[in-house]
């Protein structure tokens, strides 16, 4: 097996005074290889958008510290870096897009400018073929007529055109992981399919891994070969896109299969999960899906389970369905 | 057929621009809402889907009068209510309610759940006295699976699944023949929204009102809708019965619609047509069909003349010079 491009090793992620913390993310692994597409779905407060802020460290501390783990880049041991290399990382090796593409830019920069930015950061190049770069990349992210748009405002573009300018600005420099939280949440659902086909695009383009935080399935299914489920700060599951969808093994992302309503059935009845997600950090013990599973059993509640095997490339954390015979869901 | 509970004819509403005077220069008006005609019958749920900026909640305002209309009519059980007088507006509003969007801004966080959900109750003099308030209250909360004990707390004691309850226990205190829910489970976790369809869709049999649902999640509205409304810039491009709509669209907006939307499954359902280019914006839509400028089907009189929306099945009326089912290949 090829070294990974991404590593996260028992991320644990805290808020609030280290007399009391608040354990917000739980011994979170993820990997991604290179060129890989991953996903990370779960509900709000499951720990997704956490858990990827903090691989640049962008979580703020206070209030929030990264208690433990290891976050390696290549190799490299992202925790342990100074503040000044993990800036020259930012953008040139990993780049971030997020929901809301008016609230990333900056609303008095030329669109020219704000990609501009991001490429003098890392390179250095004269003004001409700087100018010359930031029109390739708005061809590369399909805004019409690039040449006429350098000194465009935000504000002068659709939500569906900011996005794409935030995604010329994050592979400005080619990085080798592009993390995306939510990059179409905000969008229309005609919108959202074009952005959705501009990541793939710029997959195939440039060989950028991608690393997508989504409540969607349905979108990360678009993009990703593979999915992490998030519950409550722990990976409750992570596997094949297919084998999830064809095999999902923790009650969590079964229950999840079946809650959302279909395009092609119709059931006169949802499924749903009983209950609340759990605030966070206040499962102190056991399995945090516990008051909410069907499958429940004793040692659920005293024990957090830990990843156990389901085929290739398929892990999920459950007491229940570990050891039990293959059930193939519809 | 049965009197329609409401009916919508040739309903509009533009927004005035406004500027202009002397320094500045005048902004275009908004058309939100075209000509849109329908109705719906008892027990009848009607979804209206479309992308953001096509009318849909302003639709659903006009339909409660919570706007006034610039031109058509709504009937509501047979009664024209743009011409009521504010006293027998307020009557009416007995019969129709609205669920809202957002369960955090739509709760005054000042009062208590019981004076929230019996504030309508009191307008129109439902009940007397404080005990009989808290009966029915109880009731109405027991019936939206809240225990009847939580009514002398705050709503910021609540999650949004459990404030939407709230909203819909509210509405549902008058008994209303007619209920409006924008965007109702848009805002909550899918875990969440399931338990909200389930529980709109049982009260909805129980209690046999009509039900406008505005939404803009195609599985969600496949789910809960008997008849389907697609708009787009204003108007209605296609409406039908939901087993049409979603097996053999005729609209080529409504079968982008569809071939866009995420499934979370191995088999997609629809062939990905992804449209070219942004909505345009409602201060200057296009001449003729308003679809044209992102069509992949149009032809020159697409560009010129605005198709009207004719029958093409039983049930079934789109707005489009080349209607035909699954006319993009999309299914």
Known sequence: MSAPLLNVESLCVEFGPKSAPIRVINSVNLRVDAGEAVGIVGESGSGKSITSLSILRLVPEPPSRIASGRIEFEGRDLLAMPKSQLRHMRGRDIAMIFQEPMSSLNPVMTVEAQIGEAIMLHQRLGRAERRARVIELLRLVGIPDPESRLKAYPHQFSGGMRQRVMIAIAVACNPKLLIADEPTTALDVTIQAQVLDLMKDVRRKLNTAILLISHDLGVIAEVCERVLVMYAGHVVEDADIRSLFENPQHPYTRGLLRAVPSLTDEHPRLYQIPGSVPQAGSIRQGCPFYARCDLRQDICARAMPAMSTHGARHVAACWATQSMPEVRSA | ?????????????????????????????????????????????????????????????????????????????????????????????????????????????????????????????????????????????????????????????????????????????????????????????????????????????????????????????????????????????????????????????????????????????????????????????????????????????????????????????AACHFAAPNSLGAK
């Open chain 2, 1 to 317: 057929m049965n009197q329609p509970i409401i009916r919508a004819e040739n309903l509009g509403k533009t927004f005035p621009g406004g500027g202009g005077g002397l320094w500045r220069t005048a902004k275009p008006d908004v058309r939100a809402v075209d000509g849109v005609t329908f109705e719906m019958t008892r027990g009848e749920t009607l979804a209206i889907v479309g992308e953001s900026g096509c009318g849909k909640s302003t639709l659903g305002r006009l339909l409660l009068r919570l706007i006034e209309p610039t031109s058509g009519r709504v009937l509501i059980e047979g009664t024209d209510i743009t011409t009521l007088s504010a006293a027998e507006m307020r009557r009416m509003r007995m019969k129709v309610q609205m669920v809202f969007q957002d369960p955090y801004g739509s709760l005054s966080p000042r009062r208590t759940i019981a004076q929230l959900i019996a504030e309508p109750l009191q307008v129109f003099g439902l009940v007397k006295g404080r005990r009989q308030m808290r009966e029915r209250v109880a009731e109405l909360l027991t019936q939206v699976g809240l225990p009847p004990a939580v009514m002398d707390r705050n709503p910021r004691q609540f999650s949004g699944g459990q404030r939407q309850r709230i909203g819909i226990a509210r509405a549902l205190s008058v008994d209303p023949s007619f209920i409006v829910a924008d965007e109702p489970v848009s805002a909550l976790d899918v875990s969440i929204q399931a338990q909200i369809i389930n529980l709109m869709q049982d009260l909805q049999q129980e209690k046999q009102f009509s039900f406008l649902f505005i939404a803009h999640d195609l599985a969600v509205v496949r789910h809960i809708a008997d008849r389907v409304a697609v708009m787009y810039l204003g108007q209605v491009m296609e409406i039908g019965p939901k087993r049409q709509i979603y097996e053999a669209p005729q609209h080529p907006y409504t079968q982008a619609l569809l071939s866009a939307a995420p499934e979370a499954t191995l088999n997609k359902p629809y062939r990905r047509i992804v449209l070219q280019g942004d909505v345009p914006s409602p201060t200057s839509i296009p001449t003729g069909c308003s679809f044209h400028t992102r069509c992949p089907l149009a032809q020159d009189i697409c560009r010129t003349v605005r198709p009207g929306l004719d029958r093409v099945a039983p049930g079934q009326s």
